[in-house]
């Protein structure tokens, strides 16, 4: 026997043997959500040594002239159209006349081809068009995100027949049919397996022909666009059972598109979620026949539907939600800080206070992490790269940062943020926190389930040729397989072993950096990070098999890993791609400090929880010798990045561009709040000299000569813009109660002595 063979027969055979039998079979869905996307830097994180360099050489996100006049153009001019408190208040729909104007300007085409009659517009236009929108308008940013991404429009162009292409794709460009897609029922949200809906292959009446078809019976609800969509992308379970496809009775999850006019489909009423009126509700089939040409793609795409929703998602995962999460972080952002320094308590800014200063340096952290992660995630999209794993990534990671920075915002604001009126910016937001966090992907089944638990096979370098081996059913071709693979796994994990050592006991001193980057600090930890989590991700997967899929909250903490090494990276690389701020810096170093503090609790969960303690303390002694550091940024620092949201100027503008800031409407709360920031720290100077003279009487000021007449006014004007800022709304009892009459006092009657004693 050569030593190969003896290797194979002797050492692989058992535990080729032995994986069978512990490793569960991989189900078709879970194949289809494998397959999908492509992998990207996730693949470069799970090997252990990032090629930063690479990274760093990927061209930044960027919009063609084109993008950036329909940015200065038709968006503004929407954002300008959209009055957001009488469209939740009021209206509970976008108006004719921006539904129009949408059409007009191919709002819904953004993302098909010119040649079709769209606007072809990049990745990163899609989202930096949605990012701007929803800073106005979370409503008017749902209605022109939907049917960019998952929908009809996308899963055309990647699986569309011909015909199907020519015939729809116009008509949706320009706004003659808008879109939906059905895929949740009341019984199968994230268990596709559990889908009810259901088509059966038979012959039907279509116009008048007898022909092959499919007969449907569905009820989808929570469909964005439903109530008003005229063209349905529906997912169904499709069986076959005369057998006249050839292909056997139970054909899978299958996508077809079908006009909503179509006999049978039924429009059901309205939902509301969280009073955030963008249209949304339940479709319904009941014996709906249709040909078999209206499968998405054809005849020959049935049963691919399930692998066609998982591809589409993971480009509008890295698209929509977080580009709603980055407007809405950067709002919080610029609005808190700018309302923390002309409120005043104790006759001082309230953000001068360290209370206040913490959560606001979370808000200033958010928001610029959030941002540079969707801008490097869009430019690998526009770079044709499909990153699932990265995309779950963002959607949970860009939503759960954004709430938190809600929280802080509307903690800031107290009462401001409470009471409902045109003057509240930030209520809207509020309401919407818990949307982005459920759809495209609970955040909880994409922590505990997809980030890691996709990523761990999909992005390893071999972990899924190791379970497609084991999955053979010719055992000798997979025990062939299964060596070769085995044993470059074994390499790999030992290459990763010596680096995490040699990182680990330097404390990351000689990790790699990229040469031409600054801050070589921060790329060495996460080099040192990176291997560690290679690997505890083998350990873990070794020693845990198939039951590391239940162990939800190990597979969640590993995920954290991966995702804050992805954002961590994010920052550096827009630091780097902004030219080195300098007075960025404490900001990135903050972030950098957080991420390490985060990635130091995920590791201490693992390795307190992982079922095999010798695992748990193999990895500690070769990666953390010391202990899992566990940095926290300093309070110096926190203060340092707080009043970076609170002083005008170019900082400020980077850390939160391109929202709306009301710009065309005469009255609006944030264009109110602007003008106050801008007015009160025009004053600074001269709010000082009144301190340092103690004193609080203004025109005492100016009659011994403290101040001038013209600084007074200026005063004067400051403390007036300010007042209408920090004013709430009322309204009229009877305006907004029917019942108001019963509170209005009326002739008071004497009660009877007794019942008066």
Known sequence: MTIREFRRDRISKPIFGWAKGVMPPISETERDAIDAGTVWWDGEIFSGTPDWGQLLEMKPASLSAEEQAFMEGPVRQLCAMVDDWKLVWEDRDLPKHVWDFLREKKFFGMIIPKRFGGLGFSNTAHSEVVRTISSASVTAGVTVM???????????????????????????????????????????????????????????????????????????????????????????????????????????????????????VTHGDRHVPLFTWFQNGPLSGRDVFIPLEWVLGGPERVGQGWKMLMTALAAGRGISLP?????????????????????????VPIGKFEGIQEPMAEIAANAYQIDAARRLTVAALDEDHKPSVISAIMKFHATD?????????????????????????????????????????????????????????????????????????????????????????????ALNALKAFVRGWTGGLVAPAPRKAALSGHWRQLSRYAAAFALLSDLALLTLGGALKRKEMLSARLGDILAEIYLGAAVLKRFEDEGRQEADRPLVDFIMMRGRQRMGVAFKGVLANLPARWAAWLVRAIAFPLGVPNPEPSDAARTRVAEMLMEPGSQRDRLAPDLYLGEGHEDHALKDLERAFDLRAGVAPIEKKLRDANMREVERAVETGLISADEHRRLVEAREAVARVVAVDAFPMAEISPLADQHRPGERKELPREAAE
């Open 323 to 347: 580009s709603q999460s980055a407007a809405s972080a950067a709002m919080c952002a610029r609005a808190t800080g700018a309302y923390a320094r002309v409120r005043t308590q104790f006759n």
């Open 401 to 493: 940062r954004m709430r938190r920075s809600i929280e802080h915002a509307m903690d800031i604001h107290g009462g401001k943020a409470i009471i409902e009126g045109p003057k509240n910016y930030l209520g809207p937001q509020y309401r919407s926190v818990p949307i982005g966090i459920t759809v495209e992907g609970a955040n909880i089944l994409t922590r505990n389930l997809m980030i890691f638990g996709q990523g761990a096979i999909r992005s390893h370098p071999y972990m899924l040729k190791e379970l497609l081996a084991l999955s053979d059913g010719d055992d000798a071709r997979g025990l062939e397989e299964f060596d070769r693979q085995f044993w470059r796994h074994a390499g790999h994990s």
């Open 146 to 264: 939907v049917p960019n991404s998952l929908g009809p429009g996308e899963l055309l162009m990647h699986f569309g027949t011909d015909e199907q292409r020519d015939y729809w794709l116009p008509r949706l460009a320009d706004g003659r049919e808008i879109p939906c897609f059905g895929l949740t029922s009341a019984q199968a949200g994230s268990d596709a397996a559990a889908m009810t809906d259901t088509g059966i292959v038979e012959y039907g009446d279509h116009e008048g022909e007898r022909v092959l078809g499919i007969r449907l019976n569905f009820e989808k609800r929570y469909i964005t666009l439903g109530p008003v969509a005229t063209v349905m992308g529906l997912a169904f379970k499709l069986s076959d059972p005369d057998n006249h496809l050839g292909g056997g009775t139970d054909r899978g999850i299958t996508v077809a598109l079908l006009p909503t006019s179509t006999p049978g």
